[in-house]
């Protein structure tokens, strides 16, 4: 059934493709294991505690970042995603408004995640987070490929497993990770002065940088490659939330809505990208609910499977936090992707989910 599906979705891809799209950039840009329960309520009070969020000054944590409706909470969590997406873009993953987001590899944990958003395939094959090189074909793989996109794709990444994600020696796009990368990968070439601080910066968790360093190669990345295709991966708000430091995982949060604001204005004063990018932002798994399932996810913590979305650009209709809608599954984020740049990854890659068409204006 889902094949069948699969390949409607693609006929009527191919027909809608007569028009051409606005859109010649696309970036995406994960956060790991960012709830939905944040994005779309801000900080949760429970968690504001000694007990349930090791949370030291909890009045002030609390006056800077709580409020008693939660949709001022999530404005001053993420006021990027709320000031400027939810006016001129969608948002995905509201439960209790109708809207679903779900990993649908039965996993709940990264590598099965990253592999079903990059590749639109839930693989029941990959089933831990070990450094093996990924056998699916990833979405930026195969933009790669397609006339007009040779050497205009790349990816900056946090989590070391991510190279092995991306199959980066096959895969031939420069990538830029702080840690060693798979024999044979293109790494991507960053200032010294970056290299040397990540050197000496690897000192917080042994697999993840601080996401500052991720931002910079980011940056470096737009203004050297000018990518058509660019993947970001940040990392910080998973293990800050793994250790259960909720005020490090909030300030990871705000971290990540920020490179988005700085990321969108750098594209919007840039005649390059401005009125041709698209941005899709996501996770790749959720968490468990407060106030202790929160730090943890996986196959056992049934919540962790609900995640969030959101796209913004000239191709997506103003339609902000949307509700009542058919369920979306992660891996329909690869075909998307693809389709905002007027591809269709579905007809290369058959077994892949297709996109997700309210994104597309359809």
Known sequence: MVCGLSVLAGLSFSHAALAAPKTRHVILVTTDGLRQEEVFGGAEEILISRQYGQVGKTNELKAEFWRPDPQRSREVLLPF???TVARQGQLFGHRRRGSEVRVTNGRNFSYPGYNEFLTGIADPRIDSNDKVLNPNT???EWLQSRPGFKGRVGAVVNWDVLPWVLNAPRAGF???SGFDV????????V???LEEVVEHGRGVWSG???DTFVRQAAFHALDSLRPRALYVAYGETDDWAHEGHYERYLRAAQGFDRFLGDLWARLQANPRYRGTTSLVITTDHGRGPAPIAWKNHGR?????SYMWMAVIGPDTPALGERTNLAPVRQAQVAATVAALLGEDFVAASPMSAPPVPEVLGR
């Open 81 to 83: 995603l709320w000031g």
């Open 300 to 304: 056992e913590i049934a919540d962790s």
């Open 138 to 140: 990833n979405v930026f």
């Open 208 to 210: 993840v940088l601080l």
């Open 182 to 189: 798979p024999p044979g990968t293109r790494r991507m070439p």
């Open 191 to 193: 200032p010294r002065a």
């Open 174 to 176: 420069p990538v830029w």
